[in-house]
């Protein structure tokens, strides 16, 4: 007989392996033998019937998509039972209902034809959360977030079928995650509306699954959130430390990407950053996409302006939006915080929304830039702080010297610009975005114990802001 039965079961173990912790795996996988494959029929050979039921009870949601995965679809399912007094007899058992379909079952005498498992459990139309707002018409694009913007748009095109799944968006708080993941999510639901979208945070999560477990209903809770076609999850970092709360996920998780389902989650840093996530959860996070969504860059704040003044129906001139977009530079939310004030000052002492008004707003309001820095100016001034040439900074040297003034340039940059690391990159010696990354974080790790490296910090931003 064909040994090929066999190698298509090393298969589903070595998938499963991937997908159970190592001790689940020992016990109740290693002793599963492929007793044959014929005609689309499978038989597994497993040691008693307590180890059958075990398997159907708790894993059969994992196995169930992984034999599909080898095998195809349409397969019958048999077990064959070892019985334990007499060790070389075996005898043929067909799965329960729950399992993969096999041969009709006898109920009273009457042959009935099984539950399909591979028919998902029918549940009620889903809230999907989502703001109507949130959609990529108003979701204005620029260097900062192109990457994020473009693949989203892929995702919502073809959701789960399509090379970024998972989609993981990280980046700072208020640069406008949350609108674009709910535009992917608004996006799939004008394509499909009986789709299964559903948005959310990963708090809520958290607080929805510490309810299941007081109320003994986590297998409920795990099968709804399977139910899902796309999920949407922001704020993944919460999760940080809350093992059972991640294990849970966990395997939702796999279930989902497994189906072929979507999932685009966001975070305030990347996956490599992450704390308190166990390892193979930030395996699963790093299978798709990372993309960063940067703050944003003038042009990208000015849009947002119009777009906020536009929709609140005010009149504010081109020189007042020019001034907000030039000094409110960290995110979207102190933009749109810093038009509503004016509106308030401006209905309250019943003036004008002028330069005089909105310089008084900022000042109170935001951090301000006192002066347009750009990379030309951090790159003049580390120069001459360091006496060295600007055509020297961009070369590809490695003398230690000209590497930490690069390296100083390229954080000072990062700190008091809006610009992209990758636009840094190119402009300090055509280097990629990871390279601005590992710099900047090379940078901040040796302020904390270098006062000669902070005495030289001190000293150019002070000649930047001169």
């Known amino acids: 007989m064909s040994l090929e039965h066999v190698a298509l079961w090393d298969k589903c173990l070595n998938i499963i392996k991937d997908n159970v912790d190592e001790i689940a795996y020992e016990k109740w996988f290693v002793p599963i033998k492929s007793h044959s494959f014929e005609d689309n029929v499978l038989v597994l050979q497993v040691p008693s019937h307590f180890f059958q039921e075990h398997i159907e009870e708790n894993y059969m949601e994992l196995l169930r998509p992984v034999i599909t995965r080898v095998y195809g679809q349409h397969i019958k399912l048999y077990y064959k039972v070892t019985v334990v007094e007499n060790p070389t007899t075996t005898v043929n058992v067909s799965s329960p209902e729950k399992s993969i379909p096999v041969v009709r079952n006898m109920r009273q005498g009457r042959p009935v034809e099984p539950t399909n498992p591979f028919q998902a459990q029918e549940y009620d139309d889903l809230a999907s959360q989502l703001n109507p707002y949130y959609t990529f018409n108003n979701y204005y694009s620029s260097d900062s977030n192109k990457v994020a913007r473009v693949t989203g748009e892929a995702v919502a095109a073809s959701p789960g079928n399509n090379p970024f799944n998972p989609m993981f968006i990280y980046g700072e708080s208020g640069v406008g995650k949350t609108h674009l993941v709910q535009a992917i999510g608004a996006k799939i639901k004008e394509q499909n509306p009986r789709s299964r979208v559903l948005y959310l945070s990963a708090n809520l999560f958290q607080q929805q699954y510490t309810t299941a477990v007081r109320n003994n209903q986590v297998n409920d809770f795990i099968n709804f959130y399977q139910s899902i076609d796309v999920l949407l999850m922001d704020d993944i970092q919460e999760f940080a430390g ?225």
């Open 242 to 466: 809350k093992i059972q709360t991640q294990n849970t996920f966990f395997h939702i998780f796999n279930h989902l990407h497994l189906n072929g389902k979507q999932l685009v989650l966001t975070c305030d840093r990347p996956p490599v950053e992450l704390e308190g996530i166990v390892p193979r959860l930030l395996t699963r996070f790093k299978w798709g996409l990372q993309t960063e969504v940067e703050r944003p860059d003038y042009s990208l704040r000015r849009d947002i302006l119009h777009n906020k003044i536009e929709r609140d129906g005010l009149s504010i001139s081109d020189d007042v939006v020019d001034y907000i977009a030039r000094n409110v530079t960290d995110n979207v939310r102190d933009l749109e915080g810093t038009i509503v004030s004016l509106m308030a000052h401006a209905m309250a002492f019943n003036h004008d929304i002028t330069i005089d008004l909105a310089e008084q707003v900022v000042a109170r309001s935001v951090k301000m830039v006192k002066k347009q820095i750009t990379i030309d100016t951090v790159r003049n001034a580390v120069c001459t702080y360091y006496n060295m040439k600007p055509e020297t900074l961009v070369t590809r040297s490695r003398k230690r010297e000209i590497v930490v003034a690069r390296q100083v340039a390229m954080f000072l940059t990062k700190k008091h610009t809006s610009m992209a690391l990758a636009g840094i990159g190119s402009l300090l010696g055509r280097y990629d975005h990871a390279t601005v990354l590992h710099a900047c974080k090379t940078i901040e790790g040796q302020m904390q114990v270098d006062k000669e490296l902070q005495k030289s910090l001190n000293e150019i931003e002070k000649m930047l802001v001169a």
